[in-house]
């Protein structure tokens, strides 16, 4: 099957967890896997395009916590991401939604 | 182990992305000045320096093989750069999606190529390296204004004065110059001030085109894709045409192009570029494309410095009042608070609704 890229896979998994939002290491976790990829430069690659969507005001976050079993390292903060409108629609723009 | 607070640990995240998106636009600025270098000093080798340059045919005809070249040799690294990263599956899938994604790396790449570098090429063949690099500074305005019309980035008062002492350094370079063409007094450099205007508003537009595609996609990838278009449209298109409807000498000139002096100072251009480019990219999501471009600006200052360290000549006077007002203006508008930055986009949550999101949402 041809696989989307891992942005676009992103926004969708996003996507599909709308109401409740998810946390960025189920993210990770459901890309790594998908795309056959492990280790901290992955977890860490993710985190980045998770960082510039958050910059670009495309997710929000909607809880957020300690690192405490340091999955992407000890002390920093864990967030749970939803989409927003302005995200949604570049969803619809791209055909990822 | 003493662990942080929340909100520490928060306000750190937001203090390390913004850095981060500064650190970016900071190393495009010094690669992108570096750049000047091996591309002025390409016009000194054979065959460069044997064209008699009679005619304004030939001098457009050197800047069109020149960014041939560089583009296949910025793509090169940029190849090796993402093969480093295991990004090269990222670039297939990317690049495949071309109705939704890759186009704006194609429409990106024709301000980005065939004007903007194009453009510096040429300013530097016929006026010089330091004209060109502080030209094309006032690239910021058109990319910042486009970002906020587009998809509403936010431009504070803060960076409105920045825009506004950027533009007064680009009429402090320009004006003297023009003036001296319009009454004649001038030595018929109208092409170079040409070019130094194309690569101004073709970086300008080319950020924020780039910051569209980058939405979905990510910006090692990204930045690749859009150097894959600029060498298609040079080795298919514009290179082919010149062939096929001028008389110009494309193909011997591309031959002897081909000797090592010229390839390794095209070697130089590539890898300084690449990184620059992609470093520039990078910085896009991070802090907003109009600081990006901002920061980013700061190359003429580098360029300056690496270009007089190289050829012991020190630009006009008006060329430096105007960088030292390109430097003060990207100051003022890197000074802006971590709280405006944090989300560089004036987007509604979905806590708040406001109108902002339905026009952002018109592209």
Redesign the interface.
Known sequence: M???????RI?QLIHDRQHGGIWDWQITDAVMSEYGLSGA?WRGNTRV?L????????I?SVE?????QAYFG????LFKF?L???GR??MR????A | ?N??S?SQ??SR?TSS?IRW?FMWAMWAAVLWGAWYVPGSAVWFEAPYINLSFDTNAQFLLAAAVLTTFNAIAVLFFLFVWNGVL?KLG?YV??I??M???SKWFFIGAIFGGPMAIFGSYLAIGYIGGAFAAISALMYPIIGATLARLWY?EKITKRAAVGIFIILAGGVTVYAPGIIAEITGTGDAGWLGYLGGAMAAIGWGVEGAIAGRG??????D?GITVRFTAEVLYWVLLILPAIYLFTDQPVVELVIATFNWAVIGWLMLAGVSFAFCYVSWYKSF???GVGRGQAIAALYGLFAVIFLAAFTLEFPDWNFLAGLALFVIGGFVMFTESDEVL?????????TK?STA?AS??N?
């Open positions: 041809n696989k989307l890229h891992m942005k676009g926004l430069y395009t960082t510039d969507l958050f910059s670009s005001g495309i929000e957020e916590e300690l690192d405490h000890a002390g920093r903060v939803r927003n409108d302005f629609q570049r723009d791209t055909a990822l | 182990m662990q942080p929340l640990a928060r995240f992305s998106g295991g990222e899938r990317t495949r999606q109705r939704y994604i509403q980058l939405d979905v996609a990510d910006p990838v999501p991070l802090i944090e989300v560089v986009r004036a987007v509604s949550s979905d609704t999101t952002a949402a592209s």
